[in-house]
């Protein structure tokens, strides 16, 4: 039964890599992040059980936010790190959620981390965004009103 399980998630997979792209493999490479999610899959099967540790590496190109997904089979997640930084787990009907904030531009690293009894298959995506950065009327906002904060204490200080 347990191999049924296994046959019909990788099939999954494939189907679902068709539409998005080949999915990276443990030490594999998701490329460039941008809006558009890469996935990535992890599978093993082993009679003693074990731990997982799978990593996988990405750019992106510009400061950004990261958000994904993981869920499977067979496998209980403990952590998703970014760059050795834990992301918190929220969990989902389809399995957990993950986001990382304030990404530099250059080279990270996501690294899966869990459990598994025997036998296992996991998929993830995940995507970048660009982080939020201020209009430059919301900055000349800001600058007025601290100007006027300036202007309001040294009247007062002069009285």
Known sequence: ????????AASLVVAGSAMAGAPALPGGDLGAL???PALFLGTGAFATGGTIADSYTFSVGGNSDLIGSIGGYGATF????????STSLTSTTTGYGFSFTGLTAGSHTLKVEG???SIYTYVGSVYSTPSAVP????????FA?????????RRRQAV
């Open 1 to 8: 039964m347990k191999l049924k399980m296994l046959v019909a």
């Open 145 to 153: 009103g601290l100007g006027v904060v300036g202007l309001v204490a």
């Open 135 to 142: 209009e430059p009327e919301s900055l000349a906002l800001i």
């Open 34 to 36: 941008t809006p558009t």
């Open 78 to 85: 403990s952590s998703v790190l970014i760059d050795g930084v």
């Open 115 to 117: 459990a598994f009894p």
